[in-house]
């Protein structure tokens, strides 16, 4: 089992409608979550990060957090052409917050006009 | 701008040469991270020092890989005997002294024939 893992898609969505990308970890202990956002051939940039349960909302995203289920979950308001990218989740292992991210395959997201 | 450059950003070599590739933070960030990441895949640890100490080595990174952080600055990751399982993009990333929260250079895409 991966530590990290997402649906790969790619998740369509109508410009204008809300995107949800879900992410589960395997690390219980886990305590800081990140989410990515990669252009193809560029690399990644953080759109957010989430430590506490509950939504953290910044603009038109949301994550989401339940650390009982592990699951931790992107949404993205209003979408358009431009959140066309891959969004990867990321989680610091228990024991060393400063240390190594482990990272999901990522979730393709296609916003169609 | 994430406040990282890394140089080349694009390499080609043939299998069997040494390659070395360079990341430099624009400032003197406390943290600095290798990530490695294939087509497809998320980013996968390598590496990571705080200041000049590398702390943590994945599995991942063979005897024929080796990096560098003197005087706590720059950095470099070193290849040796490139094979052609080694094509990928190689990922810098920094965190500032009070946060877990990594951002990534604009990587050097590496192609070994």
């Given at each position: 089992q991966k530590e990290v893992e997402q649906n790969s898609g790619p998740l369509s969505v109508p410009e204008g409608a809300i995107a949800s990308l879900n992410c589960t970890y395997s690390d219980r202990g886990s305590q800081s979550f990140f989410w990515y956002r990669q252009y193809s051939g560029k690399s990644p940039e953080l759109i957010m990060s989430i430590y506490s349960n509950g939504d953290k909302e910044d603009g038109r995203f949301t994550a989401q957090l339940n650390k009982a289920s592990q699951y931790v979950s992107l949404l993205i308001r209003d979408s358009q052409p431009s959140d066309s990218a891959t969004y990867l989740c990321a989680v610091s292992p228990p024991g060393d917050s400063w240390g190594k991210l482990q990272f999901g395959a990522g979730t393709q997201v296609v916003v169609t006009p | 701008d994430t406040g990282v450059s890394q140089d080349p950003r694009h390499k080609i070599t043939k299998r069997g040469q040494n390659v070395t590739f360079r990341c430099d933070p624009?400032?003197?960030?406390?943290r600095l991270y290798w990530y490695r990441q294939t087509l497809g895949q998320g980013p996968e640890f390598l590496t990571y020092f705080q200041n000049e100490a590398q702390l943590e080595k994945s599995r991942l990174l063979s005897d024929r890989f080796s990096a560098e952080r003197p005087k706590g600055s720059f950095s470099t990751l070193e290849i040796q005997r490139?094979?052609?399982?080694?094509?990928a993009m190689y990922l810098c990333a920094f965190s500032g002294p009070s946060t877990d929260t990594q951002y990534f250079g604009p990587g050097t895409r590496l192609t070994v024939l």
């Open positions: - | 624009i400032s003197e960030h406390n490139t094979e052609q399982g080694d094509s």
